[in-house]
């Protein structure tokens, strides 16, 4: 049994991460505000807001053996848990993202890939989420430097799973799961990439564990759009369920976005990012990521989506609504 130190633990990723380390037989001690969510049962919660400066003081003089950082978007944040415990603890993980390289469009690409430029100013606001990939290769950075012998860099691709809280890839098994005509992006073809967040979690407490150092591109084997959804329909589709795609040209005509938020098709991306989902990621696969079948991650989805409500308001997809009416617009265009 070790000690680990889980900056965040009360949602989505940090917060299986918590729960794996627990049920590996480890002491957890997560720190956040304990706003979004319980920690798992077994961790223990120590408030800490680390927006405020010196933020992390209520954890002072505390010494781990492993700590996780999931810091989103702030390089400050990144460089105070650093000061604050990188002299002491014996891993480091950092969770980054796919979206540090500077060629989004690149496929098959690796972690030596061009990256952005840093950049070391934290955001002015919600509106300058632009920032996140140059804000995550500083972050990288400043973890490289500092524990750089002691640290694994985990550049994740979409998430998926149970208590997603951007409602992205759970838009599919929801909708499927409730039948009838489905509209989809008519790009089988297209690149795409998935990570169960449970998967990642066990990955990044065993790797933790075994003290993997180094830098991974971390999502599932490279498949299709097609054989994604196809995946899902066949775990949890309604047995009247029957999709209708439609190209993306008239897709982007009628304002559906894609990837994600609002009046979105989730999962479909346009050709300048795929990349992001089409990665080399045999060397994480190598390093102990093991990827569960697509059903389980699309059965335990419904599940969770389900209990958050079939019927709420959600950050990524289209209403049922939007939905009917882009169905009647493309049933009565004229060909
Ligand atoms: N989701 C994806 O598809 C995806 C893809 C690529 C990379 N990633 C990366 O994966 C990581 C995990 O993302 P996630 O969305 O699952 O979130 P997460 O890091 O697991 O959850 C956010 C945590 O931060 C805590 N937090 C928020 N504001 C705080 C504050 N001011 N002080 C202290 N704690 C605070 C929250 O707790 P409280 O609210 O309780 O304080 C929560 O526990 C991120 O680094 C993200 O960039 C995600």
């Known amino acids: 049994m070790s000690r680990w130190l889980v900056l965040g633990g009360t949602q989505?990723?940090?917060?299986?991460?918590?729960?794996?380390?627990?049920?590996?037989?480890?002491?957890?001690?997560?720190?956040?505000?304990?706003?979004?969510?319980?920690?798992?049962?077994?961790?223990?919660?120590v408030r800490v807001d680390r927006d405020d400066e010196d933020g992390l003081a209520p954890l002072r003089g505390e010494r781990f053996d492993a700590v996780v950082d999931t810091a989103i978007i702030s390089y400050r944040w990144v460089r105070e848990a650093?000061?604050?415990?990188?002299?002491?603890?014996?891993?480091?993980?950092?969770?980054?993202?796919?979206?540090?390289?500077s060629d989004l469009s690149r496929r098959g690409g690796g972690v030596d890939d061009p990256l952005l430029e840093p950049r070391y100013a934290d955001p002015e606001g919600p509106e300058d989420f632009g920032a996140y990939g140059?804000?995550?290769?500083?972050?990288?950075?400043?973890?490289?430097?500092?524990?750089?012998?002691?640290?694994?860099?985990?550049?994740?691709?979409?998430?998926?799973?149970?208590?997603?809280?951007?409602?992205?890839?759970?838009?599919?098994?929801?909708?499927?799961?409730?039948?009838?005509?489905?509209?989809?992006?008519?790009?089988?073809d297209q690149p795409c990439q998935l990570i169960d967040v449970r998967d990642l979690a066990e990955w990044i407490v065993l790797s933790g564990e075994r003290g993997l150092t180094g830098t991974f591109d971390a999502s599932g084997p490279r498949t299709t759009l097609g054989s994604v959804l196809e995946g899902i329909a066949d775990a949890v589709g309604a047995s009247d369920l029957e999709r209708v795609p439609v190209s993306p040209d008239r897709l982007f005509e009628a304002g559906v976005m894609p990837w994600q938020g609002p009046?979105?098709?989730?999962?479909?991306?346009?050709?300048?990012?795929?990349?992001?989902?089409?990665?080399?990621?045999?060397?994480?696969?190598?390093?102990?990521?093991?990827?569960?079948?697509?059903?389980?991650?699309?059965?335990?989805t419904l599940a969770y989506e389900k209990e958050a409500g079939l019927d709420r308001e959600r950050q990524a997809g289209l209403t049922s609504v939007e939905e009917t009416e882009l169905l009647e617009r493309i049933d009565t265009a004229v060909p």
């Open 82 to 101: 650093l000061a604050e415990f990188a002299d002491t603890a014996g891993h480091w993980t950092f969770v980054s993202t796919m979206n540090v390289y």
């Open 263 to 300: 009046h979105s098709l989730p999962l479909w991306l346009p050709e300048s990012h795929h990349g992001v989902v089409d990665r080399d990621t045999a060397p994480a696969l190598e390093a102990g990521l093991s990827v569960r079948p697509l059903a389980e991650t699309a059965e335990a």
């Open 12 to 45: 989505f990723l940090s917060r299986e991460v918590a729960a794996a380390a627990v049920a590996r037989g480890h002491e957890v001690v997560c720190a956040a505000r304990g706003r979004s969510g319980p920690v798992p049962e077994g961790a223990r919660l």
């Open 134 to 188: 140059s804000i995550k290769v500083a972050s990288e950075k400043a973890v490289v430097e500092t524990v750089g012998d002691r640290a694994l860099v985990v550049r994740p691709g979409l998430v998926c799973g149970p208590g997603d809280p951007y409602d992205r890839f759970g838009y599919w098994p929801a909708r499927f799961s409730r039948g009838g005509r489905a509209l989809v992006p008519d790009a089988p």
